[in-house]
């Protein structure tokens, strides 16, 4: 089968730098350096992208789910729409791709990282090669009852790039400037693996998610506090016994009581505020790279 | 009459902060001191709040205009609220208030301001105060037959602020405090000039709008360029000729070609995309506070 990347901007609707990258592309194939691999770029949610929202009826980011796929008859754009994009690139599609990467931006302080699901082997060697070359953080997403279905897990390797801080529907020079960075050393570091010139490194340190939390609330459920000053954009800042978390406006603030420290990865990003997560917690971890993963990477791409 | 200041946040229902602080107000009397001046606070589209929207069908913010007033049928969901906040708030409505005070956020770095439209004298007055007090520049929009219809027209005295940057849809604690820091400065302020204990400046700076641009559009009208780096976040620096304005991919810069130089201010405001504003130029000039302007404020408040 020929090597061919699916890449996606606009999976969220208001994420639009992107998107806007990609038209430009589009106009002009030599703006970007796709090292000779085929791609085929889409914006995931086109009329989320109209209605400058993050979605129109579900979060498409969260719609990848195996029962979705079922729900033939399904109203939600969303639901709709991820079923097409299976369908059209999927593995097993009509213009079939083997790796997703699907292009984000938040409203966190988060720099530019790549986020994995979960634990499988070529995404972590994808993600290796580019840490390695760029030094970006790596977020596993895992162990998250509530917030599964995202798109990279429909095919079999896929990795999320988030870029921020940057507001919903702002485009920005340097969020352009980065986006387009980590495209064209994906497809680099792709090229170079179709080509078994490639270099592994032995180490990879990952952010493992643990778990979010919630703003403060009042008895009704309305957000009574929030993030403290000492905490906003300081994502990826290790977080302490005691330190600020929110601040109400009574004076009160509220600090982190757990012994054991974190490192906050998504501080305040404005489109979690609906999924009532005011921040997530992650460890650093420092892991041993496996070459079950080199080869897992090496066999999907050949 | 009674003195009575109509406050104002979530006109454009994506900027949270203003109506954030409300709330918690509402719940709290005492996070705010207003000096003793009775105020009236409403969210100004609650419908557009809800659909987490800076309007539902127009932008409410242009929406008081004469002939709007004089269209009792319509089914514009900002043009029956513009008739209602005046019924309700009006100079002449049920519960009258003699000013308004207009909370925003913008996603341009323009720190905190205060803008008027056209030369109204009790405007000039209340904004020369709060310059001499707190140093905020004064953004003064006049001469754009594009935009009109601003809430605050249609009371005898007004003033929008602007906070930022911030996206839209974020909660965040430094545009909490400088919302709260101003509402109460003006507060305070107002109750002076009632208990005529008030000293006015002998002069104001005024940032005079003379137009706004547009963003680089290709042939089919599509926006091709974005602002450049070395402009990104630069609102109130002077920007002169030959200076950078606009990037495009294909590597061409865009730069400032007029011999007489601006202070650009709203530099890539998120919401002024549809409204064709990449930014806008203003003259800064240095003006002779004139005491008709006291008095008219005066003369408004007893």
Not at 219 to 232: K, T
């Amino acid at each position: 089968m020929q090597l061919q990347v699916l890449l996606v901007a606009g999976t969220h609707g208001n994420e639009i730098n992107g998107i806007w990258l990609f038209e430009e592309w589009e106009k002009s194939s030599f703006v970007l350096n796709t090292h000779g691999v085929k791609t085929c770029k889409v914006v995931g949610n086109p009329e989320a992208k109209k209605a400058g929202k993050r979605y129109v009826h579900h979060d498409l980011n969260r719609s990848f789910k195996e029962d979705s796929f079922l729900s033939f008859n399904s109203s939600s754009i969303e639901e709709l729409r991820a079923n097409e994009l299976v369908k059209l690139y999927g593995y097993s599609g009509k213009n079939p791709c083997q790796i997703a990467l699907d292009f984000h931006t938040t409203t966190s302080s988060m720099g530019s990282c790549l986020v994995v699901y979960g634990r499988r082997e070529a995404d972590l060697a994808l993600a290796a090669l580019i840490q390695n070359k760029l030094g970006l953080p790596i977020y596993l997403h895992e162990s998250d009852e509530k917030q599964t279905g995202f798109l990279v897990e429909a095919w079999p390797c896929g990795l999320v790039i988030e870029i921020g801080p940057i507001g919903q529907g702002i485009l920005n020079s340097k969020i352009i400037f980065q986006t387009k960075l980590i495209l064209e050393k994906l497809l680099e570091q792709i090229h170079q693996v179709k080509n078994l010139n490639f270099f592994f490194p032995d180490k990879l340190i990952i952010h493992r998610h643990i778990k979010s939390i919630d703003f403060p609330r009042d008895q009704e459920g309305h957000i009574d506090g929030y993030v403290h000053s000492l905490r906003q954009s300081k994502d990826w800042h290790l977080l302490k016994k005691n330190d600020a978390l929110f601040y109400k406006l009574n004076g009160e603030t509220i600090k982190f009581e757990e012994d054991e420290p974190y490192i906050p990865v998504f501080i305040n990003e404005a489109a979690y505020m609906e999924k009532n997560i005011a921040m997530s917690f992650t460890k650093r971890e420092l892991w041993d790279f496996k070459k079950e993963w080199k080869q897992s990477l090496i066999d999907l791409i050949h």
